[in-house]
Each structure stands twice: as structure tokens, then as C-alpha cells.
């Protein structure tokens, strides 16, 4: 794949995810691709560290600092980390 087709896909899955966000009226939820992930819920990744998300000032969710990485986004998180399994509390 070249890299503008990289470029067109990310910004592409980037747009989605925005306006998926924004049709999620429930702000202890956020949509990543087809999977629906619960603010403040803690999520293992396929390398068995932990994550925590909490809603940051955009609306986006980010990782908290109880987290594998601090603050980055669930997209990038789900991209470069996943699958993210929820762990029973």
C-alpha cells in the first residue's frame, strides 16, 4: 500500500470514528470500529496490559494514567494494541 492510500485510510477511519462519536448519546460509551468500549472500564490488549479510558475535552476517549500508555486515544490504542478485551470487575 502506498502512502497516500495509508493516508486516505486513516484519515478516512478518522472521520468515521468522529461521526460515530457523535451519534453516541451515551457518554459512558464510545464506539471503535464495530466494538463499543465503556468509559472507565478496564480493557486488556493481545499483549496482556491493561487499559482505562476516560472522556477528555474533545469528547474523545483517551487512556488514563492507570494505563499501559497515558492519554492516548481508543483508536489508536484499538489499531495498534488490539483487540481490546474487557476484564470483569
Known amino acids: 500500500m502506498s502512502e497516500i492510500e495509508e493516508t486516505i ?7 468515521i470514528r468522529a461521526a460515530m ?3 453516541t448519546t451515551d457518554q459512558n460509551r ?3 470500529g464495530s466494538e463499543v468500549y ?3 472500564a478496564r480493557y486488556e490488549d493481545r499483549d496482556g496490559d491493561l ?3 476516560e472522556r477528555g475535552g474533545n469528547g474523545e476517549l483517551r487512556s488514563t494514567y492507570g494505563s499501559y500508555r497515558q492519554r492516548e486515544t ?3 490504542v484499538v489499531d495498534t494494541y488490539g483487540p481490546l478485551t474487557k476484564v470483569p470487575s
Open 74 to 76: 481508543l483508536g489508536y
Open 21 to 23: 462519536r457523535l451519534a
Open 38 to 40: 465503556e468509559v472507565g
Open 9 to 15: 485510510r486513516r484519515i478516512v477511519r478518522e472521520e
Open 30 to 32: 464510545d464506539i471503535c
Open 51 to 53: 487499559w482505562v479510558f
